[in-house]
């Protein structure tokens, strides 16, 4: 009969260090002349995350350039038709409280003057969600080239040390 327990096992290797990647700390490890080919596994990594890091910060911005031409569309063309629609919906307003108008027909315009303002809302606000976009893709790139900046000031302060030690 098997016997359930509440215990934990786990299979690796003692003092073995799950998901972690080389980088600024086996380049500072880098003392001795055999320890030149860990410094340069290092600096070889840190050039790969640079490239990658290159390649989605240049997506960024092919989006980002996207994105604003298709914002500038939306304000020449949507922007303009929602004015249009709030300006006809006003005007239904205007009719539907004049004197000597009908009460089912004060309504029937009231109601179309509802729905032309939810229409000129609706177009407003993919215009909105244009713009959200295009400040969340420029965070991103901010937040990857602030990534780039430090990882070329590891590789700066790395090599300096190693030009120190082995010349």
């Known amino acids: 009969m098997y016997r359930y327990s509440n215990e934990l096992q ?3 290797v003692k003092g073995m260090k799950w998901g972690v990647r080389r980088g600024t700390s086996q380049l500072s490890k880098a003392k001795t002349t055999g ?3 860990l410094h340069n596994k290092g600096v070889a990594t840190l050039n790969k995350h ?3 890091i290159n390649k989605k910060v240049a997506r960024l911005d092919k989006n980002i350039s996207t994105l604003q031409a298709k914002r500038n ?5 949507d922007d303009v038709k929602a004015a249009r629609l ?5 005007n239904l307003n205007r009719r539907a ?6 009460g089912w027909k004060a309504d029937k315009l009231m109601r179309q003057a509802t729905l032309t303002n939810i229409k000129a809302d609706v177009i407003r606000s993919k215009s909105q969600e244009t713009q959200a976009l295009i ?3 420029k965070t991103q790139k901010s937040i990857f080239e602030k990534g780039l900046s430090d990882i070329d000031r590891t590789l700066m302060a ?4 190693f030009v120190k030690k082995y010349s």
């Open 97 to 102: 409280t004049r004197p000597f108008t009908s």
């Open 35 to 37: 320890d030149r080919e």
């Open 135 to 137: 400040n969340k893709t």
């Open 73 to 77: 569309r939306q304000m020449q063309v």
């Open 50 to 52: 640079k490239t990658k």
């Open 158 to 161: 790395n090599g300096e040390n």
């Open 86 to 90: 709030n300006a006809k919906a006003a």
């Open 10 to 12: 786990h299979h690796g």
